[in-house]
């Protein structure tokens, strides 16, 4: 068994990163990245020499204009075989970047192939494979934004990671990809799962328990709390808390209200508690994250 050490999520100014983009290098061969895993989907885009990936039970070579794809969670390892050098584009994006709580449960489904670690999918793209499509362009159009941090560049490599991710599925689609997902959603559930979506929207500032969306979906316990982990990939409480910490980043950077009243208007019902668990999510306290904001 390969030992892999976790890697934690980078930060801006104490912040976690949703995503980076960079580029990077290696002379002559050598190990580059040894095994590791993090919640990050990453991608490497190949720009210089060739080298070799181990993602999980795959491995492969991969040379200049190749595309490679790893999962969330997925344990991997890159070396460099160029005797001069091996260069490539990283990007590493936070799944929920693409999917967040408050998006609707359709677009779950788009997300589920880079996060369950039983859905078997293409990971390399050969440069064959990218001729005439925007891929180069996406790609280097993301390198340029996140080393000149224009205005707005947030926003445009936002955008573009949703376009290449869009390309990406629409590609096996037309190569008539299966992928094999354990938990794909069919209509009954996923109209019960958008159901408690809205429920736990409209409710999460509340004293809201698993019970209570059960109930309002008409289910039991035991069936809804299954529904729930099978398809959202964790369990109500840890979707419940990543929903109140959302909301309360939302208010810290929008409005003048006290942390106080913004960790009872989110739910929490000591201040304590919620300067706790927006610590252990952000890695900051509120107070650091409002004056991080502000200083941008």
């Known amino acids: 068994m390969i030992e892999a050490y976790r890697q934690n999520k980078e930060k801006i100014m104490g912040i976690y990163r949703p995503y980076c983009c960079g580029l990077q290098f290696k002379e002559g061969v050598t190990?580059?990245?040894?095994?590791?895993?993090?919640?990050?989907i990453e991608l490497l885009y190949c720009t210089?020499?060739?080298g070799k990936y181990l993602a999980?039970?795959?491995?492969?070579?991969?040379?200049?204009g190749d595309l490679v794809l790893i999962d969330s969670q997925k344990v991997h390892a890159t070396y460099a075989l160029d005797e001069k050098k091996t260069s490539y584009i990283c990007i590493r994006l936070d799944p929920q970047l693409l999917y967040s709580p408050t998006q609707t449960i359709f677009e779950l489904k788009y997300i589920l192939p880079f996060t369950l670690n039983n859905c078997k999918h293409q990971s390399l793209f050969r440069k064959e494979e990218l001729k005439d499509?925007?891929?180069?362009d996406i790609i280097m159009r993301m390198l340029k934004e996140s080393q000149e941090e224009s205005?707005?560049?947030?926003?445009?490599?936002?955008?573009?990671l949703c376009d290449l991710f869009l390309w990406i599925l629409r590609y096996w689609q037309s190569q008539n990809v299966h992928l094999e997902l354990g938990a794909s959603i069919v209509p009954e559930d996923a109209q019960i799962l958008t159901q408690a979506?809205?429920?736990?929207?409209a409710n999460f500032a509340s004293n809201l328990t698993l019970s209570d969306v059960?109930?309002?979906?008409?289910?039991?316990?035991?069936?809804?709390?299954r529904l729930f982990n099978k398809y959202m990939q964790k369990r109500f409480v840890e979707y419940l808390a990543e929903l109140r910490i959302s909301k309360a980043r939302q208010r810290l950077a929008t409005t003048a209200?006290?942390?106080?009243?913004?960790?009872?208007?989110t739910g929490y019902t000591t201040t304590s508690y919620f300067i706790q668990q927006f610590k252990e999510y952000n890695g900051i306290t509120p107070k650091q994250f409002r004056e991080n904001f502000n200083m941008k």
């Not at 190990?31 to 990050?40: S, T």
């Not at 109930?215 to 709390?225: D, Q």
């Open 31 to 40: 190990p580059w990245a040894p095994p590791h895993y993090h919640d990050y």
């Open 48 to 50: 210089e020499g060739h």
């Open 56 to 64: 999980g039970d795959e491995s492969g070579d991969f040379s200049v």
């Open 133 to 136: 499509t925007p891929v180069h």
């Open 151 to 160: 205005y707005g560049y947030e926003l445009a490599i936002r955008a573009s």
């Open 197 to 201: 979506i809205e429920y736990i929207e």
């Open 214 to 225: 059960a109930k309002h979906c008409n289910m039991s316990y035991s069936g809804f709390s």
């Open 257 to 265: 209200d006290s942390i106080t009243d913004i960790a009872m208007q």
